[in-house]
């Protein structure tokens, strides 16, 4: 999601309503209700997303904005949200998994322990 914040800020008036075009993957906690996520997921972004990993793993390809990525993370069962910008190619299915969400939140955390 890193590109979508470069684009933002190299041209917010031409993105501000019209992101780019992503694969977007929702992590989601254990145990959380998958029809209600995914539901969450086509009320917020329009379009219905593959479920993986036993309810756990969501993925859609849409225009993101960075209100779309607040909405999708604002609720209590979304651990996190990634993705990749894809332009006009379709989405290729899962990027990433749960280790790889967890990896990077750790290289965060320590980041910010680190900071003097």
């Known amino acids: 999601m890193h590109d979508l914040v470069l684009r933002m800020y190299q041209d917010p008036v031409k993105n501000k309503n019209k992101g780019p075009i992503d694969t977007v993957e929702v992590f989601t906690k254990k145990g959380t209700d998958a029809q209600e996520c995914k539901d969450h997921i086509l009320e917020t972004t329009g379009t219905v997303p593959g479920i993986y990993d036993k ?3 969501y993925i859609t390809h849409m225009r993101v904005t960075l209100e779309i990525l607040k909405k999708l993370n604002d609720f209590d069962y979304v651990m996190g949200v990634m993705g990749d910008y ?4 379709p989405s290729m299915g899962a990027r990433y998994d749960i280790g790889d969400f967890e990896k990077r939140h750790q290289e965060v955390d320590a980041r910010k322990k680190n900071i003097s």
């Open 55 to 57: 309810g756990t793993h």
């Open 86 to 89: 894809t332009g006009s190619s």
